[in-house]
């Protein structure tokens, strides 16, 4: 979960190329983690893909499946589209199959 003491601010903005990418990679999987979109990106690592995850968490376009006990067993955080992401996907590509 992102921190309110976040330095990302909250401005609804243009989304990016890259944040498009993240958007329509969620919503071809459903549900995603850092290392299979980066994978699915063609991406080395999947720190390049985090400060993406994070601007589209905070300005309500994703959220993230994670509990206390993910961390203990290793698992990875789990990202979703939320009805905002969708509608920022619908609106970007004019593609009528999203």
Do not use: C, W
């Not at 006990?69 to 509608?87: D, E, H, N, T």
């Amino acid at each position: 979960m992102v921190s309110k003491n976040s330095n990302i601010k909250s401005k609804d903005r243009k989304l990016n190329h890259g944040q498009l990418e993240v958007l329509l990679k969620l919503y071809r999987y459903r549900f995603g983690t850092r290392q299979l979109i980066a994978s699915s990106l063609s991406k080395s690592n999947s720190t390049s893909i985090y400060s993406r995850l994070q601007i589209l968490q905070v300005n309500g376009y994703i959220a993230n499946r994670f509990d206390k006990s993910y961390k203990l067993s290793g698992k990875p955080a789990a990202y979703y589209l939320l009805p905002k992401g969708l509608r920022a996907l619908k609106q970007y590509t004019n593609r009528d199959d999203v």
